[in-house]
Nanobody, 125 residues
Framework: QVQLVESGGGLVQAGGSLRLSCAASGRTFSDYAVGWFRQAPGKEREFVVGINWGSGYTYYEDSVKGRFTVARDNAKNTVYLQMNSLKPEDTAVYYC??????????????????WGQGTQVTVSS
């Protein structure tokens, strides 16, 4: 079992940047595929980006391509989400999630086994 803890959220102006972190404990991230999701008030949770730790394969939702970058740090057992050119519509609680690496990255939130507590990102206009 793996425990996930997100950090790095906050309030930023439109056009600004934030870097979110998702730190794993209990198991190494190399055994998992990791997804970042977000949920805005009154909306369903949506997929943002996924990374398969072992292969480095990444998959971005169209709305964040070119603005967000996911990366992993083996030594720190941490996945990062660098968010640039933020827009007010990026405002949401951001979650990281993990599923066994052999099953690969998926956009379906129900298929992830482990979730962090979330971190709030607010982008002001």
């Amino acid at each position: 079992q793996v425990q996930l803890v997100e950090s790095g959220g906050g309030l930023v102006q439109a056009g600004g940047s934030l870097r979110l972190s998702c730190a794993a404990s209990g198991r190494t991230f190399s055994d998992y595929a990791v997804g970042w999701f977000r949920q805005a008030p009154g909306k369903e949770r949506e997929f943002v980006v996924g990374i398969n730790w072992g292969s480095g394969y990444t998959y971005y939702e169209d709305s964040v391509k070119g603005r967000f970058t996911v990366a992993r740090d083996n030594a720190k057992n941490t996945v990062y989400l660098q968010m640039n050119s933020l827009k007010p519509e990026d405002t949401a609680v951001y979650y990281c999630a993990a599923r066994p690496a052999g099953r690969g990255v998926t956009r379906e939130s129900a298929l992830y086994n482990y979730w962090g507590q979330g971190t709030q990102v607010t982008v002001s206009s």
